[in-house]
């Protein structure tokens, strides 16, 4: 492919541009990783809606039957699925708030109050994160907060909390959890946003006699809405399906749609129940999204990537 | 909080025309400011390294089960010196490195071209590429895989190393796409245009001008792919078969307890991967003094 890559001399102009038009380069140049995208990513999702139709069972393999049938019987009244799709997003919707609520004044620390020398360090703690395997992170966790655990014992000895207080297995564990994994998918877009504004705007604000209240709320937030909104996506989407925190910080009762799709394809091999679900929660997650999408502002989902 | 807000000096004449404003002239007038952010931002991000910080320690511990506990029993590196004891564990290992490395590299290969592609030219189907990179990112690791498993069920291909590298790749592509994209669109045309104005071919451009340009972008893409794959559970949950990768394998033993080489190998990873944050960084800064 790489062969293809010197580009003819390069548009320069939107008028250069039009005469590029009938350029070849581009599509050789996409050719190989859009095909990828194609045939790995987009086709494997429309599968994923026909493996929900088919009928079948573990032993004798599935066949395709249009069976609509399937979302009436994972998806009826009374199925417990409606709880765990229920609690996956209210775990999401919690460690997104949860995320934001501390993702965004460590963003406005790095970069309004630091030195510009210091702000790639800083980030670069905020990703530090990244580089441990974040199952080993959520096993850290369950390490420290268990029952046994250092956090506790300590808690337990200066008389904070009694013999009885947990930590794993209730829901502020999970939400913890998801929240600390994709802190950083909330800093780092919310930091780019604030990098962008103009300091001239805030100073103005100032001029106008705005208080430090009123020209963040009136002037900052509302010019980093572009990067909460990409943090959302990002952090909502993740954690709302994430079958890893619950299993490993959570208990009984904390039983998410990720892990019963998990669950009903890789322990049960019931393929057209898994697929159903995952179905259904990537529509439910798409509308939720796209009904933010309206209401929360009209920013092009391109700028985001 | 309250700031008789006195207009700041230097604020009043700054040209109006300044295009840039990252040229850091004038930042937000130096007052009286409260010790809360600063606090707030230290002690969450000493939370967010407790469990990094845990490992490296508890990687260190000498227990005398080959569990990690939580009792300290002095320091060792047994652990370190016994690291292929687990059954399993050293494979499954190098299974996650192999797979991260090539992944990378063919992510790279077919990303690159894909992100100049985005970012330097129009041509029809651009909106739907960009639209599935982002979607791509976006989608729920859970669906992905689920997905991914439908697919390969019902293509019959086997599960194992292959299916594990195809979807690596496939997730890994977008985020390399992502990263080159920010990077050539932070460099603008005018140095291939300059190359170009001074007679050089499409082809020595590109070799002389727009590669080394790259080069930071293309370490620091290929680096967010390792990383990502490396470190994927869910996805590879799906499509592993027979095949186990280290994050599989962690979760496995973390129903029954971790064997402390697993911190070992959490810790030799994360150590690499600093390393080569610090030398990308520092290859970044370098770049950018030498083309200024």
Request: charged letters at 10%; aromatic letters at 12%; hydrophobic letters at 60%.
């Given at each position: 492919m790489t062969a293809l890559a010197p580009a003819p001399a390069l548009p320069a102009?939107?008028?250069?541009?039009?005469?590029?038009?009938?350029?070849?380069?581009?599509?050789?140049?996409?050719?190989?990783?859009?095909?990828?995208?194609?045939?790995?990513?987009?086709?494997?999702?429309?599968?994923?809606?026909?493996?929900?139709?088919?009928?079948?069972n573990p032993e004798q393999g599935y066949t395709f039957t249009w069976n609509w049938a399937i979302y009436g019987q994972v998806f009826g009244i009374g199925s417990s699925n409606w709880l765990f799709l229920g609690r996956g997003i209210w775990y999401g919707l919690a460690a997104t708030i949860v995320t934001i609520l501390v993702g965004y004044?460590?963003?406005?620390?790095?970069?309004?109050?630091?030195?510009?020398?210091?702000?790639?360090?800083?980030?670069?703690?905020?990703?530090?994160?990244?580089?441990?395997?974040?199952?080993i992170r959520t096993d850290m966790w369950a390490f420290l907060l268990s029952d046994q655990g250092p956090v506790l014992s300590v808690l337990r000895g200066i008389h904070l909390v009694g013999k009885d207080f947990h930590i794993l297995g209730t829901d502020a564990a999970v939400i913890g959890g998801l929240a600390y994994n994709d802190l950083a998918f909330m800093v780092l877009p919310i930091y780019v946003a604030l990098e962008r504004i103009d300091p001239r705007l805030i100073e103005a604000s100032a001029d106008l006699y705005g208080k430090k209240s009123a020209t963040f709320f009136h002037t900052v937030l509302p010019l980093t809405r572009s990067g909460i909104f990409a943090g959302i996506l990002l952090v909502f989407i993740d954690s709302a399906g994430d079958p890893v925190s619950p299993s490993l910080l959570g208990g009984t009762h904390t039983y998410t749609i990720g892990q019963a799709i998990q669950d009903a394809y890789l322990t049960n091999q019931q393929y057209n129940v898994a697929a159903a679900l995952s179905t259904v929660m990537m529509i439910v997650l798409g509308v939720i999204l796209f009904a933010y999408a309206r209401i929360a502002g009209t920013d092009n989902i391109e700028d985001l990537v | 909080m309250s700031t008789t807000t006195a207009p700041a000096p230097a604020a009043g004449p700054a040209p109006r025309g300044l295009p840039d404003p990252a040229a850091n002239v004038v930042r937000l007038p130096r007052k009286r400011r409260g010790p809360f952010l600063p606090i707030f931002f230290w002690v969450f991000l000493v939370i967010t390294l407790l469990p990094i910080i845990t490992m490296v320690v508890y990687s260190f511990n000498n227990t005398p089960t080959s569990r990690i506990t939580f009792n300290w029993h002095g320091f060792t590196l047994y652990w370190y010196e016994n690291l292929t004891q687990v059954q399993g564990l050293g494979d499954a290992f190098l299974l996650s490195v192999v797979i991260a490395l090539l992944s990378a590299i063919i992510s790279i290969a077919l990303g690159v071209p894909l992100a100049m592609a985005l970012e330097r030219y129009r041509f029809f189907g651009k909106g739907a590429i960009s639209t599935t990179v982002f979607a791509d990112i976006a989608a729920p690791s859970i669906v992905v895989g689920a997905a991914s498993l439908s697919f390969f069920?019902?293509?019959?291909?086997?599960?194992?190393?292959?299916?594990?590298?195809?979807?690596?790749?496939?997730?890994?592509?977008?985020?390399?796409?992502?990263?080159?994209?920010?990077?050539?669109?932070?460099?603008?045309?005018?140095?291939?245009?300059?190359?170009?104005?001074?007679?050089?071919?499409?082809?020595?451009?590109?070799?002389?001008?727009?590669?080394?340009l790259l080069v930071p972008g293309m370490i620091a893409a290929g680096a967010l792919a390792l990383a990502m794959s490396i470190d994927d559970y869910v996805i590879t949950s799906f499509v592993a078969g027979p095949a186990v990768t280290f994050p599989l394998f962690v979760y496995g033993a973390a129903k029954v307890g971790l064997p402390p080489q697993v911190l070992c190998f959490g810790t030799i990873i994360f150590a690499v991967g600093l390393l080569v944050m610090l030398l990308n960084s520092w290859l970044t800064r370098r770049g950018q003094k030498s083309g200024r």
């Open positions: 102009s939107p008028t250069m541009r039009q005469r590029f038009r009938r350029n070849p380069a581009p599509y050789l140049l996409a050719l190989a990783g859009s095909a990828w995208l194609l045939i790995l990513f987009v086709i494997p999702l429309i599968s994923g809606l026909a493996v929900s139709l088919m009928t079948g004044p460590m963003a406005y620390f790095i970069a309004f109050r630091v030195r510009p020398a210091w702000k790639n360090a800083l980030l670069l703690l905020v990703m530090l994160s990244f580089l441990v395997s974040f199952v | 069920l019902s293509t019959s291909i086997p599960l194992g190393f292959w299916t594990v590298l195809l979807v690596h790749v496939t997730f890994c592509l977008a985020y390399v796409v992502v990263v080159v994209r920010a990077r050539l669109s932070g460099t603008g045309t005018v140095l291939e245009q300059a190359a170009a104005d001074l007679g050089a071919s499409p082809f020595t451009a590109f070799v002389k001008v727009t590669l080394p």
